[in-house]
């Protein structure tokens, strides 16, 4: 290849830029490889009331069953809104105060349910921001959130909640692309599930063992160790997955469907697009209850389509993730990456669908 007397498939270039751990297009050129600029970040009222004291001595906390209420409201709305980015900057920092206030009321409570179930529903707003932070690119409020959602689960003595705040933080570590950090979030996650093994057993502890496992799968692929994230994909994920069955257990979406998912993103980080592609061909995501995870999978089913240089689905695939996920899809640096990709290589046919989105992206 290299002497110029034989040309790569797309496939075969694929996997090289999976193992040197570079963009494809660093292998076609000898330009610099041009950065997407930075997605929105987070929105200052959400930092602003991660901030603040505690209202003023003498404001009553709200109702448990009530602050349990606007949490779980506000988690169906980060996963099923479209518009989820812009709903969360309007919940979240009342949110925010008022757990918060709850928390610290109860803190020296003579009333030891009370104070539990507040720290549980903190635990449960705090896994949100975790996600909402890193999602918005705060990777130090996430990692912030992350550990006051570890702190209020094992002041609640919940096994499940503990282990859902690790599974929280493994994702914070995974935000990373430092290797270390990566290979500390399997660490993170590991530790969790022999904790949680010691717990009575359940579908709850399951679901959650399992997505700690999927923890572990990613920071395998993200660090190259294909057969081991398909060894442990396949041994210790899918059966949990088949014991929990389909589920939102803590907001993890843990169950077969996801397993599966996680064979499919394996195969696309690895390189291995028509693989990839065959695997998805087998996954209906249309039951998940998180539009993210589906953004995720339609995203990465484009990412193979894009590592074989088939524009054409690659378009369509964007098109449609583009109505799915308009926040989403606007954030993403992934898919600012393949469309800057599509602009240099496009056929003219599909020129003004690729420009437009550009456009949409503020990429031009």
């Keep these: 290849m290299e002497a110029g007397q034989k040309t790569p498939s797309a496939d075969v270039l694929a996997r090289l830029a999976a193992e040197l751990g570079v963009p494809v297009a660093a292998l076609l050129t000898e330009d610099p490889i041009e950065e997407p600029p930075a997605p929105h970040t987070a929105a200052s ?3 602003h009331a991660l901030m603040r004291q505690a209202p003023a001595g003498g404001v009553d906390p709200a109702a448990h069953a009530q602050l349990r209420e606007r949490v779980e ?22 949110l925010i105060t008022d757990v918060e206030h709850a928390v610290r009321s109860h803190r020296h409570s003579s009333d030891p349910a009370a104070r539990r179930e507040a720290l549980r529903v903190a635990a449960d707003l705090y896994g949100l921001l975790r996600s909402y932070c890193r999602r918005t690119g705060r990777l130090d409020l996430a990692l912030m959130v992350a550990d006051r959602a570890m702190r209020a689960a094992e002041d609640a003595d919940d096994p499940v909640r503990i282990a859902a705040a690790a599974w929280n933080l493994g994702h914070v570590l995974l935000s990373h692309s430092d290797a270390g950090a990566v290979e500390e979030a399997k660490e993170v996650a590991l530790l969790a599930v022999e904790r949680l093994r010691r717990a009575p057993d359940s579908p709850e502890s399951d679901a959650v063992q399992g997505a700690l496992e999927l923890v572990a799968v990613v920071s395998d692929a993200r660090r190259r160790n294909w057969w081991q994230a398909r060894q442990r994909l396949e041994q210790r994920a899918a059966p949990l997955a088949t014991r929990a069955g389909e589920s939102n257990v803590q907001w993890t979406v843990f169950g077969p469907t996801n397993v599966a998912l996680h064979a499919m993103s394996i195969e696309m980080l690895a390189g ?14 249309s039951r998940l209850p998180s539009r993210e995870r589906q953004f995720t999978f339609g995203l990465e089913v484009a990412r193979c389509h894009d590592l074989r240089r088939e524009d054409a689905a690659v378009l369509v695939h964007l098109l449609s993730l583009e109505d799915l996920a308009p926040e989403d899809f606007a954030r993403s640096l992934l898919v600012r990456d393949i469309v800057l990709g599509l602009q240099k290589r496009v056929r003219p046919v599909f020129r003004s669908q690729v420009t437009g989105l550009a456009e949409r992206l503020q990429l031009v």
């Design 45 to 47: 009222g959400v930092v």
């Design 272 to 285: 291995e697009a028509t693989e990839g592609l065959h695997l998805a061909d087998q996954v209906n995501t």
């Design 73 to 94: 409201q506000a988690w169906h709305t980060w996963q099923a809104s479209k518009d989820r980015f812009t709903e969360a900057a309007r919940i979240l920092p009342g």
